[in-house]
């Protein structure tokens, strides 16, 4: 029988399996559920993984949370006064705006402390990621985000943007600083 | 039955090819090619801009080869070469003639169309928005009608091919089963109905986003739903191209898989 004529009879599945024909099917199929079951696995064991947690959010409301926040703990300013660096309180909620083609502001947390860091777009679609951990979260206008960050290891981090968000995407590049608190 | 002259026999593989039927076979996948050749040129552009050494393109242009590039290849070459696996795979296969071909060459022209628009309104410059086109990141409205226009096309030759398939048992062209490799076609074509369908339900909202009819389209459902026919669209090839593999084992080295 040939694969491209019509099998010679009208049942024709009805015949015994070859062992190498059974053999791959088995390892396809282990392969297979092995495959489906690390994605829960990932999910819950992985250490990339955010947990998910997202309220719906106008872009006007999100921003006023960040500026209160912005005017409350600015320590000082980089990039010719554009980029406030905010040092706000463990444990406080934080706000992280990303835009055409800025993440805004500047976090400085400390180490070991606990932080609810919220993250939404004011424009398009941008994908949070921070470098060089590689931790990854896709951020959409009216959705805030949220985030419980407890940072293990000091340093200047930076934040990339990874989803394409028109002409500028490949220049936005954020920062965060993580000190060790004495 | 249809005139015997539609019917010729290739005197190289014995296949029996309805005239109508090759003839739409050849313009799809000489489609598909040429947009096959169009995406591997923007491929090597970017390349050549990726490539550090050399940074051909600014970015705006960059932007611009790699959306192009996306529909091209994924979308645009792929579609088009199953639409002829499709006909070849009913037509040639059950030796009957195609269902309505006068159908088939009005999908033929509304994927063309649709394509070629696409690929204008990326030129222009205003729709550089990748394959994905993220709402609410906007392209000009003909980029979405583009898309429209090549899905109705594609879904008009998805059912071309089911009712060659009715054609060809009605008039009994073939007894028992279909073939394997047309089994592999039948399911790319089912996929590709629920992968048009959902292409449609999240691009016809979005056109009418970018003409104004539509005040706002929620961006996680927009990518949840768009998804629905990225995904499935892949998938779409898997099938085909399994059943393409068979065929060719049969057809040029004469393979029996059973």
Redesign the interface.
């Known amino acids: 029988?040939?694969?491209?004529?019509?099998?010679?009879?009208?049942i024709?599945w009805k015949?015994p399996l070859d062992r190498v024909e059974g053999m791959w099917i088995i390892i396809a199929l282990l392969w297979c559920l092995i495959m489906f079951f690390m994605m829960p696995y990932w999910h819950v064991f992985g250490k990339q993984n955010t947990p998910g947690e997202a309220y719906r959010i106008t872009p006007a409301a999100f921003q006023a949370k960040a500026q209160e926040v912005v005017d409350k703990y600015t320590v000082r300013t980089e990039g010719n006064g554009q980029f406030p660096v905010v040092k706000p309180p463990a444990g406080s909620d934080i706000y992280l705006i990303g835009r055409l083609w800025q993440w805004w502001p500047i976090y400085e947390l400390d180490k070991n402390q606990t932080y609810r860091l919220h993250i939404s777009s004011m424009?398009?679609?941008h994908g949070f990621s921070l470098q060089p951990d590689n931790i990854n979260l896709?951020i959409?206008?009216?959705?805030d985000m949220v985030v419980t960050v407890k940072p293990d290891k000091s340093g200047t981090y930076a934040i990339i943007c990874n989803?394409?968000?028109?002409?500028?995407?490949?220049t936005m590049v954020g920062r965060m600083y993580i000190v060790d608190n004495k | 039955m249809a005139n015997t002259t539609e019917y010729r026999i290739c005197p190289d593989s014995g296949?029996q090819f309805h005239k109508p039927a090759e003839t739409l076979m050849k313009v799809n996948a000489v489609a598909a090619v040429v947009f096959l050749l169009v995406g591997g040129i923007l491929a090597l552009l970017v390349t050549l801009t990726r490539w550090p050494a050399v940074h051909l393109l600014p970015?705006?242009s960059f932007?611009q080869a790699l959306t192009a590039h996306g529909l091209d290849m994924l979308i645009f070459w792929i579609i088009f070469f199953e639409i002829a696996v499709l006909y070849f795979c009913s037509s040639t296969?059950?030796r009957c003639r195609l269902a309505t071909p006068r159908w088939a060459w009005l999908g033929f022209a509304l994927m063309l169309i649709g394509a070629v628009t696409t690929n204008v309104a990326i030129l222009r410059g205003r729709s550089?928005?990748?394959m994905?086109s993220?709402v609410?990141?906007p392209a000009e409205p003909v980029f979405y009608l583009g898309l429209i226009l090549f899905a109705v096309g594609a879904l008009i030759g998805c059912f071309v091919f089911f009712g060659t398939l009715v054609v060809a048992k009605a008039e009994r062209t073939?007894?028992?089963?279909?073939?394997?490799?047309t089994f592999g076609a039948l399911t790319a074509a089912i996929i590709a109905i629920f992968t048009i369908a959902s292409g449609a339900i999240i691009l016809i909202p979005t056109f009418l986003w970018s003409i104004g009819y539509i005040s706002y389209i929620?961006?996680?459902m927009y990518?949840t739903i768009w998804w629905a026919f990225g995904h499935s669209s892949q998938q779409i090839n898997v099938a085909a191209h399994v059943a393409v593999w068979?065929?060719i084992?049969?057809?040029v080295f004469?393979?029996?898989?059973?």
């Open positions: 029988m040939s694969a491209i004529l019509p099998p010679g009879r009208a024709w015949q424009d398009w679609q896709q959409s206008p009216g959705y989803e394409y968000c028109g002409i500028g995407h490949h | 296949l970015a705006d932007y296969l059950l550089s928005v990748m994905t993220y609410p990141m073939y007894e028992g089963s279909i073939p394997l490799v929620d961006p996680l990518r068979y065929a084992a049969a057809i004469g393979a029996k898989p059973m």
